[in-house]
């Protein structure tokens, strides 16, 4: 059952030195229950489209074009502000990454929390306050810790705070972007089981952003690779591990040096990230693919079905 | 060599004023008003001193913003204001930029003791309410316009000292300071060859505010009765003027011109000091 | 803790060093002019000779330098004699001053709550509202407003105002002479008559804190607590306030201290196109009069106040940021 669904997505910046298609033209759907991995170099787009899902996008940026539908019914890109506000948190939820920056300095832990929930639902402050303290007994964080400031608190702590207020209004669906990725290994991997318990006990659809290939084998249920604003591939997480169709694909998994083993061909990706003002004509990825032919430089390849359940955009395949 | 590198530095300021809209404004408005003091002889249609019209006379087309209390044209009264409020605020402006300057280069260069010594003077001096302090200094000197710009320049220059004492910190830390040394440049050729012209911006930019703070306390002082009596200053005419119940007697004219006068002065060297502030930081120029 | 122990003796001894270099100023100005201060009080006043003996004795006008300063500070310090002022012989300068004070510590009161209510409000809407009409409007007119001289400024207000359309009385803190029923009555004419200067303070000073301030909620308003707040579908004025304008404003609040000095310079301005009975009346008195007793002691008074006010202001901030107590 279908919970998300964007279509056609272009969010643009607009700069000095011209047009930034951060997100150009995307389109996905999240199923209820599911994990989505979306993967990507830096600056590919992936927390902008994050980002413009729940329509936070500030200028210099916006939203071009495209529809964003929740619950089937709910057009987001639409709606009016009010409407927006209310489905914000309750319905969908961000977690951030960088927990120390995103919690305010000068407010308690517990304020920020009961404030989340006070301003969605009908409750009483005693009752947000207790609600708080089991959000945070969930996700592990012990209770004296509410009382203090943001800055009191380990790095990992303030994440699993971070995460903890996110599922305070019991939203359906969740946006993790890089979640771990200011973290140190151990307590990285602490987090992601974290969320894989809590996906399975509070159902959440998650999608889960991430630049680092490997971690989202432990989490995602479909994984969407994306590059230069657009999704290149998309499709089950063991059939794209196993299978991976586009060749940026191929080399982020290359990419994972397992230990003791030796660099494999292609295990690196030569070249840059293309510059998203202009980038390069066609397949935005032809100047680093070492499969590229003609066509790869003057036609943009679309997503198509390769086999059910696994899309890829590329024109090796069709 | 110094010759050329001010002429780099001197043109960059120049168009990036000229440039701005608000910079252009400004400096229009102070051109109109230097050119005003300069021709006042020319222009002004009385001598101001001399009783040309009835006391408290209403505009006409003789005398368009009528005449003070003892019969004096106050259009004329205020054309050759600006030449004393001009000069207080140029001169004050420099002389405090002076010091200023002089002060903050000593103590963001060698830092040290010498740094927090004058630091913590200059803190003391900025902490002083300056009002009080300059009306007990203008009434022990007595009143005449050199002490009112000696009084003003000796309390003013805290501000202009913070600023370059921040810029040569800074400046002092860079990379082209460094390999200055390295060649062996004396300190005093750094300072005054490498550091100080890429502080001329922001030089320029404090001074211009301190013309509008200096034209604003002359006033003021001479609105107190401290100021000259035998200058035609903005202030002084505003000191009569309340003294002798201008407004009461219906010139409110004669209130309301000086006072113009200096809004509109002011306003423009802010403007001015605000483009150059651009200049100095380019991060503060708006994207159009 | 010791960082707010740290933080305390600093504040405090800057301020004793300001006070010590107050005196100096204080005793140094008057003397250094040229002239014999016992002189002026015989020729401009002719002050009865055994009162120009006892100034003399208590001030030791006649010793060396250094004994004269240690006069001045007993007298000042402990005795807060400043001596007897010439206009209002025999009033000694601290009886003036002391009438005079309450008057302008309740404008100046009132002012130092208003202006920077004002400017941190305004500046905090025209930082949240950055670009819009009224954040230009709001900027041009301050521009202006920066510029034009107190003084004037309070007698257009005082024209307008109060006799154009007399909405408020035309001079003095109360009505001379008049008879109240209530004590209501008391305080509405008391209010009705600080009313123009307290607007004419407020509109002269809150500039400087709308610049700011709006400078800082601009900042703030970039940090990443903030798309968190709007992520959390807070309504918009929670955000603009209690996460936005809470961490703005604890730069501003520094800033406010040293504004304190130029609230205390307007007010002599004001007092005076008001002719309100305070301090700063009192001073342009003494200037018109000559009356250099009055004038020192008040400039002395004057000064005294701000440097006290600041050490507050900046005692203050120590509640306000709660870094500043935790932070080691």
């Known amino acids: ?157 303030r994440q699993r705070v971070v995460i903890a207020m996110a599922l305070l209004c019991n939203p359906k669906i969740v946006i993790a972007d890089e979640p771990t990725t200011a973290l140190d290994v151990v307590t990285q991997r602490n987090i992601l089981n974290l969320l894989v318990e809590l996906k399975r006990k509070l159902g959440l659809s998650i999608i889960f952003i991430t630049h680092d290939i490997s971690i989202l084998p432990s989490i995602s249920d479909r994984i969407m690779v994306m590059y230069a604003g657009e999704i290149v591939e998309i499709g089950d997480l063991r059939e794209v591990m196993n299978n991976p169709l586009h060749p940026y694909t191929r080399g982020l998994l290359n990419s994972i040096l397992l230990p003791l083993e030796p660099p494999k061909p292609f295990s690196f990706l030569p070249g840059e990230p293309p510059d998203l003002i202009n980038p390069p004509s066609g397949c935005k990825f032809h100047p680093r693919c070492p499969y590229a032919f003609g066509k790869c430089s003057l036609e943009r390849p679309q997503l198509h079905e390769e086999k059910p359940g696994h899309a890829v955009a590329c024109h090796l395949y069709r | 060599m110094m010759g050329f590198l001010s002429k780099i530095v001197k043109n960059e300021i120049v168009t990036g004023v000229l440039n701005n809209r608000r910079g252009l404004i400004g400096l229009t408005v102070i051109l109109i008003f230097t050119f005003i003091a300069i021709t006042a002889d020319i222009i002004s249609p009385y001598d101001p001193w001399k009783l040309t019209g009835k006391p408290y006379e209403p505009p006409s087309i003789n005398h368009p913003l009528g005449c003070n209390d003892i019969g004096q044209d106050i259009l004329s009264e205020v054309i050759y204001g600006s030449r004393v409020s001009l000069a207080v605020g140029f001169s004050v402006a420099f002389f405090s930029t002076l010091i200023g300057i002089c002060v903050g280069l000593i103590s963001g260069y060698y830092g040290g003791i010498l740094d927090e010594i004058i630091s913590r003077g200059v803190d003391v001096l900025l902490a002083l309410p300056s009002l009080p302090l300059i009306i007990i200094l203008a009434a022990y000197l007595g009143p005449s316009i050199i002490n009112i710009i000696f009084v003003l320049s000796i309390l003013g220059w805290g501000g202009m000292a913070r600023v370059v004492r921040a810029q040569t910190l800074s400046l002092r830390e860079r990379a082209f300071v460094e390999s200055c040394k390295a060649v062996g440049m004396s300190d005093l050729s750094i300072v005054f060859k490498v550091v100080l012209p890429n502080m001329f911006p922001i030089i320029l930019a404090e001074s211009a505010l301190r013309v509008t703070g200096a034209i604003l306390s002359e006033a003021g002082l001479s609105f107190l009765g401290l100021g000259d009596p035998t200058q035609k200053s903005w202030g002084m005419i505003l000191y009569y003027a309340n003294t002798r119940n201008a407004f009461f007697m219906g010139s409110w004219l004669w209130v309301l011109a000086p006072g113009l006068c200096i809004a509109i002065l002011g306003t423009a060297f802010y403007l001015v000091s605000s483009a150059l502030d651009e200049v100095a930081n380019p991060r503060l120029r708006r994207m159009r | 803790m010791s960082s707010v122990k740290g933080y305390i003796v600093r504040r405090v001894s800057f301020s004793i060093l300001t006070f010590i270099i107050l005196l100096l100023l204080n005793f140094l100005i008057p003397r250094a002019m040229p002239g014999d201060p016992a002189r002026i009080l015989v020729n401009e006043y002719q002050l009865p000779m055994d009162i120009v003996k006892e100034l003399r ?151 400087s804190y709308t610049l700011i301030a709006r400078g800082s909620m601009i900042d703030t308003i970039a940090e990443d607590y903030i798309l968190m707040a709007e992520a959390k579908g807070l309504p918009e004025r929670r955000i603009m306030l209690n996460h936005a304008a809470r961490n703005a404003l604890l730069p501003v609040i520094t800033m406010v201290a040293l504004r304190f000095g130029f609230i205390v310079g307007g007010s002599i301005y004001t007092e005076t196109v008001f002719s309100y009975p305070g301090v700063g009346l009192l001073i342009y008195e003494a200037i018109t009069y000559h009356d250099y007793p009055v004038l020192q002691g008040a400039f002395f008074l004057l000064s005294l106040t701000v440097i006290l006010a600041n050490l507050i202001a900046d005692l203050i901030y120590l509640i306000v940021d709660p870094r500043v107590r935790y932070t080691r």
Not at chain 3, 172 to 198: F, K, M, Q, S, W
């Open chain 1, 1 to 157: 059952m279908e919970i998300l669904r964007v279509e056609r997505l272009k969010t643009y910046y607009e700069s000095v030195r011209g047009t930034v298609k951060a997100v150009d033209d995307v389109s996905f759907n999240l199923h209820k229950g599911e994990t989505i991995g979306l993967v990507g170099e830096s600056g590919c787009g992936k927390s902008t489209l994050g980002l413009s899902i729940m329509r936070l996008i500030k200028p210099p940026g916006r939203i071009v074009e495209g529809r964003i539908v929740y619950d089937g019914k709910i057009d987001l890109t639409k709606i009016d502000y009010e409407e927006l506000r209310k489905i914000r948190w309750k319905e969908i939820a961000m977690v951030f990454q960088g927990a120390m920056n995103v919690l305010n300095p000068v407010h308690k832990i517990v304020d920020q929390m009961v404030e989340a929930i006070i301003f969605h639902e009908n409750t009483t402050k005693s009752e947000a306050v207790e609600r708080a303290a089991k959000m945070l007994q969930l996700v592990g964080v012990p209770i004296d810790r509410m009382k203090r400031y943001p800055f009191e608190l380990s790095g990992g702590m």
């Open chain 3, 57 to 207: 004795a208590r001030f030791n006008l006649d010793a060396p330098i250094h004994e004269q300063f240690l006069a001045y500070l007993r007298e000042t310090l402990l005795h807060a004699n400043f001596g007897y002022s010439y206009r209002y012989y025999p009033m000694t300068v601290w009886e003036l001053l002391m009438q005079r004070l309450p008057w302008t510590l309740f404008l100046l009161g009132i002012a130092s709550v208003t202006t920077p209510s004002f400017g941190i409000l305004l500046g905090i809407i025209t930082g949240w509202r950055r670009g819009s009409r009224f954040d230009v409007f709001v900027a041009s007119i301050s521009m202006f407003i920066w510029a034009i001289p107190y003084f004037w400024l309070a007698m257009i207000l005082l024209y307008v105002f109060g006799y154009i359309i007399p909405i408020f009385p035309l001079s003095h803190a109360i009505t001379p002479a008049a008879t109240y029923n209530t004590p209501i009555e008391y305080i509405l004419d008391i209010l009705r008559h600080a009313a123009l200067p307290v607007i004419a303070l407020t509109i002269t000073g809150y500039a």
